[in-house]
């Protein structure tokens, strides 16, 4: 990846896979309709600046694809974030962060850097934090809610 991405920080392994407690393949039939089921890799890239990586990060998933049998292939979600901005909200406790930190696995690291120490946070920092987060998931909700009124 270090060669499509030259200013990649970190990698790091996430989510199910991280925390051992993935599902290889699952299928079965829920009220008559046969469901799949398997986890997919999770993985932050971290990097030193912001800039759009989508198109390499599409074509780091198919090299990886290529050479896999379709119907057997575990899928990868990439997520990116510049270190400035994973640091500030694991400074910040910001759960999905914090639990990146904790449970990760570090695949790479240019060693340029170091990841915040997750703190204990006062309680007019957690205040400020969840009005923030219910301000924002409450407009979505009633956006969602216009939309399916409309419809």
Do not use: C
Request: charged residues 30%.
């Amino acid at each position: 990846m270090q060669e499509e991405i030259p200013d990649v920080e970190m990698l790091i392994l996430y989510g199910s896979y991280a925390r051992g407690n993935y599902v290889d393949y699952d299928q079965r039939t829920e009220f008559g309709v046969r469901t799949y089921f398997m986890s997919d890799y999770d993985m932050m890239v971290v990097l030193k600046t912001y800039r759009s990586v989508t198109r390499t990060l599409e074509r780091v998933e198919e090299r990886y694809r290529d050479h896999r049998h379709p119907t057997t292939v575990t899928p990868i979600q990439f997520i990116t974030e510049t270190i400035g901005n994973l640091n500030k909200a694991i400074d910040k406790g910001h759960y999905f962060y914090t639990d990146i930190k904790k449970e990760g696995i570090m695949l790479y690291d240019s060693g340029r850097y170091q990841l915040a120490e997750s703190r204990k946070l006062n309680f007019a920092e957690i205040k400020a934090w969840a009005e923030e987060y219910f301000k924002e998931r409450f407009g979505r909700a009633n956006s969602f809610l216009r939309d399916a009124k409309y419809a």
